[in-house]
């Protein structure tokens, strides 16, 4: 069974710091590209960030890079998300997702993890 287990989501201040994990399970981790996608308050899915099977080829939205990177740890079958200097409008269910290709398309990914809450409160 195919899955994927976000943790690290947490009530943050303006300007703290959290690294996000993804624990994959049921299918050959690194053959997949890995990426973050987040869901604000009454807001449609934003992308993040993606990284290739091997780590070596990552792609970011223009808007977080900076303040947002991704890794993986092959070994341990994770995906992380950095994310420095936390802004309240990074309130976001974030999730990762598994895919196929190298794509940040959402309609290409093979699976979707439950999401965790980040909530970033003055």
């Known amino acids: 069974e195919v899955q994927l287990v976000e943790s690290g989501g947490a009530l943050v201040r303006p300007g703290g710091t959290l690294r996000l994990s993804c624990v994959a399970s049921g299918f050959n981790f690194d053959a997949f590209a890995m990426n973050w996608i987040r869901q604000a308050p009454g807001k449609g899915l934003e992308w993040i960030s993606v990284?290739?099977?091997?780590?070596?080829?990552?792609y970011s939205a223009e808007s977080m890079k900076g303040r947002f990177t991704i890794s993986r740890d092959n070994a341990r079958n994770t995906v992380y998300l950095q994310m420095n200097t936390l802004k309240p409008e990074d309130t976001a269910v974030y999730y990762c997702?598994?895919?196929?290709?190298?794509?940040?398309?959402?309609?290409?990914?093979?699976?979707w993890g439950q999401g965790t809450q980040v909530t970033v409160y003055s």
């Open positions: 997702a598994a895919a196929g290709m190298f794509t940040r398309e959402a309609a290409n990914f093979h699976s």
């Open positions: 990284i290739s099977g091997n780590g070596n080829t990552i």
